[in-house]
């Protein structure tokens, strides 16, 4: 068994000894009257935020709520989400950080596995409404004692507000900095939700050694789009790299270009991180829109691969620098700096924020390939787990004997040592950056009626970088895509999870060995797309 090399690491000075709330603590000593968050809900400084960390986390204590419980949050782009987190952080509970597009069927199945103590939401967001999760919690996990809104919005929910205790500080119960700090989700390759073990110093470390490449500072003001839950919003640099500098954190979410470039302008933005797809809308939308974005040092784009045409544009039409980068959240972040030519940002992915990440490109049996093939990325380092939460059968495969996270994601070296992202070996289809296992909605299509087996894959798509078409075998009630929409809908399925495409197959194309042959299935339906079926 490897064994984590912890004492290196601190004396290397990756991991300080100091928890995330510690932190935030340090950087309101340090910038104290500087703004930090603003947000639909309201805007503090260093010092506020510091306060009402420390006021939330002490209404949280009060409720019995101690080190090591786990809190499920689902929580909107708001001021009440970095106050809950951070109290949560202050008292060593963990936060569960769900994203507010995850419904009803992810949040029950989260419960299951991480059995919460507390879950913490909101009424609504946008379209998204979270009373009846609220009401399938609350009859079904007895673990679960408190459901808390940001609002009171819920009847028979605890309203956030009603927890500050002014002039509190959070009782003491020790807890380390290499403990768990929370746990994040992970994209999909199975139909059970896995969920990735973060510890405070090693989170930090992330989001420090991020901002170091991206040499933040407190001039910059970072615009969350993405949801704040997300591991590139949190950490790669993102609100917790902003806050370690002084920076400002502007809270958006679920904005259009026109909303976003006003906002740059107005809060004069320096930096933002985007998904291709959405820098693609940006980019297309700056053509005619003129607010002036000129604050802008750069984009992060990431989380899919970022079409290098695409990324040759962003400087021209949005007049700052495109940052490209590769993440995950389980660990491993690579990016390319500020100072790389146009060919290297466009081409490659950067390289690893640590110079004590371990990266090697392996072949199927695990050894090494020769220097510029491309094989599957497997990882070890300071802030790259060494397995899931709960989870020692996904682990035995998910992490090797000497302490390698396999990505499943295919990739090279370059003649400079820069990483170029070429493919993927897991099965698990990238929309817009958000990541979803084929075997959760295939379960979901093989209980509706008319539908005797289905088989899921991602077709190359111009707008969503990958779209999730699925094959049907059906009986002579053949579902069409509404459909299948409503009883998604009913089965609690996030949006983004839902089929863009449907098509009918008599029997499936089978591999040599017998399995349903996905790759066909994807040049099938890229076909009857380009049919017009
Ligand atoms: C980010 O994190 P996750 O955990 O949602 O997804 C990780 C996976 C990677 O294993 C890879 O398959 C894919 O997303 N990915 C990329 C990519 N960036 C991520 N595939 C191709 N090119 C890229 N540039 O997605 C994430 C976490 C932190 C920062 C940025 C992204």
Known sequence: MYQVPEREYVEKGYWLPRTLGEELHEAAHKYAARTAVVASDGTVTYEELDRLAD???????????????????????????IIAVFALFRIGAIPIMALPASRQADITALCSLAEPVAYITTDRSGSLEYGPTVDALKSNYSYLQHIITDNGGIEGTIPLKSLRKRGGKPPFKSFSFTDTALLLLSGGTTGTPKLIPRRHTDYAYNARAASERLSLCETDAYLVVLPAAHNFSLSAPGIIGTFMHGGKVVLAGNIGPEEAFALIERERITFTALVPALLNLWLEVKEWEDADISSLRFIEAGGSAVDPGMAARVEPVLGCKMVNVFGTAEGLICTTSLDDDEETICNTQGWPISPADEVRMVDECGNDVPYGQAGEMIVRGPYTIQGYYRAPEVNSYAVTEDGYYRTGDVARFTAEGRIVVCGRIKEQINRAGEKIAPVEVETVLRTMPGVTDAAVVGVEDAELGERICAWIITDENAPSLTDVYSHFEKSGMARFKYPDQLEVVEAWPVTSVGKVDKRILAVMAAERRAAGN
């Not at 019995?64 to 989400?81: C, F, H, T, W, Y």
């Open 55 to 81: 006021e939330y986390a002490a209404g949280l204590a009060s409720l019995g709520i101690e080190a090591g419980d786990r809190v499920l949050v689902q929580l909107p782009n708001k001021l009440s989400l």
